[in-house]
């Protein structure tokens, strides 16, 4: 009798014999794809993580196409990782049924960069390609926190770039770069970096990558940290009603390019000093 009532304890707290785990379905580029199952499954033992086409409770796409073509199924709410802020408000059509984590880093936390290596500086500059992006109120609350000025210019029409960025960068003391294809991608980089170079303005972002291109520092990221806020995140995603709102993820890493800040007369601290600030790279503000 006792072995029984044992058994049946031990079966309302692990559950049925069998019970089935929500299935988080993986999809992208290989071998990008294959390294994410992996990951994930190491990191979310509630879950089965798999790469085929069985049924799922969350698929996760890897970039902006995996997630096009996720949204066209729509089989499963989806959720991106591995795209930027821009790539998922021109795709996003059906909130609640789609989410993200952000690629680029959250630019408010980039203004904390930006004050970190600048404690002398008045203004910012940000040029963004729409006169409607949300991010306007958010860098002017965040930059008046700090202490900071955002001066925004908008790229009005095709060719007006290097205009805007000319006026920009004369009313401020920096460049804080948006991950936004009006004003950085492959084709613009070089007019963005050079154009803040001549004017002896260092520019911050808009991700690690263009710290390589020119940018004095950006907060950075790179998959592993992303799967593991995905992993994180799971039980808020596979919980029953709409999927949470798209999110910057909650740590990042601080990339810097000391040759070009030497060029402008920067000094920059050493990186794990900066990382160890309050608020910038994850720590509580």
Known sequence: MQGLVLALLLWLVAGPVGAALPVVRVVGPEPV???VEAALAGQASSVEVRR???PAALVVAIGAQAFRDALADAQAPVVGIA????AYRALATEPGRHTALYWDPDP????RLVRALLPGAKRVGVVLGAPDDPLTGLLRREGARLGLEVVIGV???EGSLPRTLTAVL?????LLGIDDPAVFSPELAKTTLLTSYRHAKPVFGPTSAYVVAGSVASLATDLEATVAALADW?????APGPLPLPRYLPRYRVATNPQVARSLKLSLPP???LEALPGLSGNTP
């Open 234 to 238: 799971l039980p808020e995603l596979l």
């Open 83 to 86: 795209l930027s802020r821009h």
């Open 52 to 54: 085929d086409a069985q």
């Open 170 to 174: 004369a009313d401020s003391d920096a």
């Open 271 to 273: 990186v794990p000093k």
């Open 155 to 157: 790229v009005g029409r």
């Open 33 to 35: 794809a294959a390294r």
């Open 108 to 111: 408010a936390r980039q203004l």
